[in-house]
């Protein structure tokens, strides 16, 4: 079962979860074409070597499933970058998207088995990657999970829990997204939890592009929740044209992803 025998290194707020060295392959500790320039930063409160190796995991899972990709890059903002994301390659990789669930359920644990603030009832995420995380973090914690959907209505980005999804008053929920830029899917599905009478433990995304978000405030409550991924992503953007952006100064062709992934800018 997971979380059995693992040692806890609190670090503030934080607890990280060191992961067995048989459950990172010695070869993805490193991780094959890792880029050895400033791209992956870590929050100081999770230093720590079982974080350091967690990162590098998932930023190998994500170039080898090549849900990360070098180039020349038109993102929908207009701006030019020279790596681009979709998340969906690595999603659609069972195995991969089933090893870094893996990290979150070594992490937490079903309710009532340790008592220490981690135990958890249900896994819930936003549509459409949430869907796809939160059931198997679920499976591996022998949870429910589910996923809330997005309301058009009024002016405000709104989530539901529909289709039956129920959620007890006082059950201990984990938010799991994929991407987390804003943080709107996850701000938006929050007041939905607390009107149900949930709490959240914490929330929880594979990459962190938001330049290094630790919690989020619901909208509603005010209430902060705690906040961590698994990598935290910079990708630098730049203004289109030789002047700014390097990969036009060096007229490399330009790859426009559009609608076709989540632009990563
Ligand atoms: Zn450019």
């Known amino acids: ?68 990709r070098d180039g020349h890059f038109l993102l929908k903002s207009g701006r030019h970058s020279s790596a681009y994301l979709e998340k969906f390659a690595v999603l659609s990789d069972p195995a991969a998207t089933s090893e870094l669930c893996g990290f979150w359920a070594g992490h937490f644990r079903a309710r009532g088995e340790v008592g220490d603030g981690l135990e958890i009832d249900l896994v819930a ?15 591996q914690l022998g949870t429910r999970a589910f996923f809330a959907e997005e309301v058009h209505a009024g002016g405000h980005p709104r989530r539901e829990f529909r289709r039956g999804f129920r959620i007890e008053p006082r059950e201990r929920v984990l938010l799991v997204d994929d991407i987390l830029t804003t943080g709107g899917s996850l701000l938006a599905m929050i007041p939905a939890v607390e009107a149900a009478g949930g709490e959240i433990v914490e929330c929880v995304v594979l990459v962190d592009r938001s330049g ?45 992803p559009g609608s076709k992934g989540a632009a990563a800018g």
């Open 1 to 68: 079962m997971p979380g059995t025998g693992l040692r806890e290194i609190r670090q503030g707020r934080s607890t990280v979860s060191p992961i067995p060295s048989a459950r990172l392959p010695r070869r993805g500790m490193r991780g094959p074409a890792i880029h050895s320039g400033p791209m992956t930063t870590l929050k100081p409160t999770f230093e720590s070597s079982a974080r350091v190796g967690i990162a590098a995991r998932t930023e190998a899972l994500f170039r080898s499933s090549g849900a990360l």
């Open 125 to 139: 995420g936003p549509t459409t990657g949430g869907v796809i995380l939160a059931f198997e973090t679920g499976r």
């Open 212 to 256: 290094g978000m630790s919690t989020l405030t619901s909208p509603t409550s005010g209430r902060r929740y705690a906040l961590s991924a698994l990598w935290i992503l910079d990708l630098p953007t730049y203004e289109p044209g030789p002047a700014a952006c390097p990969q036009c100064a060096d007229g490399v062709e330009l790859d426009a």
